[in-house]
Each structure stands twice: as C-alpha cells, then as structure tokens.
C-alpha cells in the first residue's frame, strides 16, 4: 500500500467532509463563473446596443424580465430549490433513492401543471401586473404599452426555470454540482444567440423592436438550461413519469417548508424589483431601471461566485446532518459556510465600491453606452455593494433554519427587512427626491438588518453558534481588507485618475494591476495573520497541485 493510500486512510473523518465541500465547491465556483460571466456579456451586448438614445426601451426589457427573472433567483437559487432539497435528502437517507426519487416525479409533475398556469395567468394579466411594476410610467403609453408586450412572451419562462431548478435539487442532493451550476451559462448562451439573431432579422439596426427578438431568445435560454441537465439526471438513476399522487407526505413537507421560503428567501430579489418599481417614479425617467439592472448584475457576479457557491455545498450537508439533530457538526458545517463567504465577499464589496467607476467604463462603456451612462451606473453600484457580504451571508445562512424546519423564523426576519426597505425607498423618492443610487442603499440596509436578524436567530436557536472564532475571523478579514481599500485609494488618485481619458488597452493595464496588487495585498495580510480560512485554503490548494 503506498504511503499516500495509507495517508488518506488515516485521515480523519472530518479532514475528509471538509476537503470534499472544498472541492465540490470549487467545482461550483467554476460552473458559476462561466454563467456569471456570460451574464456580464449578455449585459454588455444589451448595453451596446441599447444604451443611450434607447435606454427607455431597455428600460422596458428589463421591467417586463423583472417578475420572471425574480422567480428564476427564487426558484433557481431559494425557496424551491431549499426546500425540496432538505426534504429529498433527508429521504435519500432515511428511506433510499427509490423513494426520494417518487417524490421528485411528484413535485416535477406538480410543478409542471401550476407553474403552466402561472404563466398562462401572467400573460392575460400582464397589463395590470407591470401597471403596478412600472406605476410612474402611466402617462407614457408608448413604454407602458411595448413593457406589456415585452412581458406576454417572457412570461412562459417561469415554467422552464422551475423544472430547471428541481433537476438542479436533485442533483446537488446525488452530489453532482458541476452540470447544474453550470446549466445558467447554457441559459445566457441560448438567450444570446437566439435573441441576437431574431433581433438582427427584426431591426437590423437594432432599434427599439429588437428587443422582441432578445424575449424571444430568453425562453430559448431557458429551455436550453433544462436540458442541458436532463442527461446527468438520467446517469444518477432517475427515469420520469407523471405522477399526480400528490397527496403524499413528502410533497406536502416540502411545500410545507417552500411557502414561507418564497417570502424569506425572495427578500433581496423582491427589494432589487421593489427598487425598479421606485425607480419608475423618479423625476428622471428613462434609464434608472437599467442603472439599477447592470449595477446589481456587477454584485451578483461575486455574489454568485461566493455566496451561492458555498450555499450550494452547505446546504444539503446541513440537511444530512440536521436528521440528527443541531449537533457540533451542525454548527461547524454552519460557522465554515458564512466564514468563507466572508473571507471571499468582504475585499469584492470594497473593491466594487472604490473602482465603480473604473470598472463599469471598462465593461459598459462602448457602442450607445455613454460616460453619462457609466456615472449613473457607477453610482448605483457603489451603494449596492456595502451590501454584497451580507446578501451572501443571507444564502448560506437562511436555508439552515429550513434544515432544522424552523421556517417561521426567516419569514419574519424578511417581513421587518422589507418593511425597511419600503420605509427608505418612500421617504428618499417621494419625499426627498433623491436619486437611483439610494434606491440601491436601501437594498443593502435591508440586507444588513436581514442577515443581523437570522444569525442572532440561529444562535440563540442553536445555543451558540462559535461566534468567538466566527468574530476572531472577522477581525483579520477587517484588518485585510482596509490595507487592500487603501491600495485601491492609492491607485484610483494615481494611476487611474485619468481613466476616461485612457485608451482601451492602458485601462485594461491599469485597471488590472490594481485588482491584481489589491488581491496579493488582501490574501497576504490574511496569511500573516493566520486566518484559519485561508490557511485551509491554502492547505488543499497545495494538495491538489502536488497531486500526482
């Protein structure tokens, strides 16, 4: 036997879990890198072609996508993908595949039916549904009228998003995350290409009607991320049949669990829409819905890379070990889950609020997109991001009461953070009249009050959830990330001062050494000052390197 087979023997069983979350959420990363990114050039192409002259009919686009879009993160990323997930695992365990997958044909054929009336239902009502989306826009009946439009043919996506995020469950519960995680770039493919070409042969010059040919193509998207899934499904050993024997015990639990995750688990989401809602009664009317969009599609890129990233792993871990109770290993799985997310998040928040400005010319500002453009983008980019840590605390964080099936405390907690975010969105618009950018804040102060409100919830639930060594974490990560801000400080009076005056190539440069120094800077300080997270990091990064 060698001596490695005789190390890994030896290993203890917790080196073992925690070096396969690693890599399982590696792989994930990776897979939702790939989609992250090509969702930034799916906002790029958008940006191009639509900016400027057009923003009010991108302002459209993005409005009538706003409800189908929030069911896609609610669904794909929250409520039923937590809940069924938490009860398919717990039934693969107790009970075997056989009867987790019995139950999988139920909610899949449950899914199907309700989620085809629900678009069929937002087609017919969709004049009243973006009438309260889009409230400021009622004396323009022009953009009023093609949101409306635009709407009717998005609406279908709901049904392919939700078969989607189903197979996504089940095949994160069999521990097969790559194809899923993976499956959003297939979406943002398909939405690209299908609605690029539909467009083209609409309007060539890609003017207002286009923008049906991108509809168009985000059901094909769609359709394209639930296939690409069905293939790993079939190699797991699940064969679909319709099954309406929904009276089962299983089903109900999980909508049991799902009914008070789609008010918790939308609190982000529903706060981006409920800011576009606002956004459509500023005194400026065309383009801070799509401000607000790009701005936000820049967070969800760490966001997603990060925060459901780690989710994605800790989620069904917590499950399996929730059947047993909240047991150390609970509240470890727990406490390593939301240290890493801040080990990732904090220095991408900092980063996103100092370099705005930098970052969204470099990506945006091209084609009809303008400096005026990128100012106002910048701006709302800068207040969503002091939000980013919490946002992806919320994702790793809220599913765990769903594990231990105590689902009223995240509904709660989520009524008080919208309430807040209500709160500051009338009083900033309707009474200040500030701009797009507080809209922003008001989403990130939510998400603060939010995430504060559940980790005290689940310490107190959980009789401490080792908050010394979570906070001692914390500490360095502060430390770390105030000499990486004063890099980007340094750099932005320097060398980036004169950005809008710098050519493409020197702002890549320029931008990139930044970044890059920011980065060396923020990891050396965690490792000089021994943060457990990056020392583990460190540890199976090296092992991975000198492997073979």
Not at 229 to 240: E, H
Not at 333 to 342: A, H, I, K, P, Q
Request: glycine residues 8%; proline residues 4%; aromatic residues 10%.
């Amino acid at each position: 036997m060698s001596n490695e087979t005789e190390h890994a023997e030896k290993k203890p069983p917790e080196d073992k879990g925690r070096d396969s979350s690693a890599r399982a959420m590696g792989v994930v990363t990776g897979a939702i890198f790939c989609s992250r990114l090509l969702g930034l050039v799916r906002e790029m192409m958008f940006a191009a072609f639509f900016a400027g002259e057009n923003r009010r009919w991108l302002d459209c686009f993005n409005q009538a996508f706003r409800t189908p879009n929030l069911l896609r993160d609610l669904f794909a990323e929250g409520a039923l993908s937590t809940a069924f997930v938490t009860t398919f695992s717990k039934k693969m365990k107790l009970e075997g595949d056989e009867s987790a997958w019995q139950l999988a044909r139920k909610m899949l054929t449950l899914s199907a039916v309700f989620m085809s009336i629900v678009s069929v239902l937002g087609i017919l009502f969709a004049p009243f549904i973006i009438r309260l989306l889009a409230p400021g826009w009622m004396n323009d009946p022009e953009k009023l009228n093609f949101t409306i439009l635009l709407a009717q043919i998005m609406y279908p996506f709901i049904l392919l998003v939700s078969l989607a995020a189903l197979v996504m469950a089940m095949l994160n519960a069999k521990r097969v995350f790559g194809i899923p995680a993976l499956s959003s770039t297939f979406f943002n493919i398909g939405s690209m290409v299908v609605g690029g070409l539909l467009g083209w042969w609409i309007d060539p010059t890609f003017g207002k009607n286009a923008l049906i040919g991108f509809a168009v193509g985000t059901l094909a998207g769609g359709l394209l991320q639930l296939l690409v899934q069905l293939p790993s499904l079939r190699r797991a050993g699940f064969r679909f049949r319709p099954d309406f024997q929904w009276r089962d015990s299983g089903v109900s639990k999980v909508l049991n669990l799902m009914w008070p995750a789609v008010i918790s688990g939308s609190v982000v989401q529903f706060n981006v829409m409920l800011g576009s809602v606002y956004a459509s009664c500023l005194v400026m009317k065309d383009g801070p819905v799509t401000w607000l969009g790009q701005a936000f599609r820049l967070v969800q890129l760490p966001l997603g890379l990060f925060g459901v990233a780690v989710a994605t792993v800790t989620v069904p871990a917590m499950a399996r070990l929730a059947s047993e109770g909240i047991t150390e290993d609970f509240k470890a799985t727990l406490t390593r889950g939301l240290s890493l997310v801040f080990l990732l998040t904090l220095p991408a928040a900092v980063g996103l609020a100092l370099l705005s400005e930098p970052i969204i010319a470099l990506i945006f500002q091209r084609g009809r997109y303008t400096i005026y453009d990128t100012q106002m983008t910048a701006a709302a980019l800068q207040n969503y991001a002091w939000g980013l840590v919490f946002y992806s605390g919320i994702k790793v964080v809220q599913p765990a009461f769903y594990t231990i099936e105590r689902r009223f405390v995240p509904l709660i907690v989520s009524i008080i953070a919208v309430l807040v975010s209500v709160a500051m969105n009338t009083i900033t618009v309707f009474y200040l009249e500030l701009g797009h950018q507080w809209l922003a804040l008001s989403t990130s102060v939510s998400a603060l009050v939010n995430f504060t409100l559940l980790f005290m919830a689940m310490n107190k639930i959980a009789g401490g959830m080792h908050a010394g060594l979570l906070f001692k974490n914390m500490s360095k990560l502060v430390v770390s990330v105030a000499c990486m801000g004063l890099v980007c400080w340094g750099a932005k009076v320097s060398i980036l001062a004169d950005w809008p005056h710098q050519k493409l190539w020197l702002r890549i440069i320029t931008l990139g050494v930044t970044i890059g120094g920011a980065a060396v800077v923020y990891f050396g300080m965690n490792v000089l000052l021994k943060n457990q997270e990056v020392s583990e990091v460190t540890r199976i990064l090296k092992r991975k390197l000198l492997r073979k």
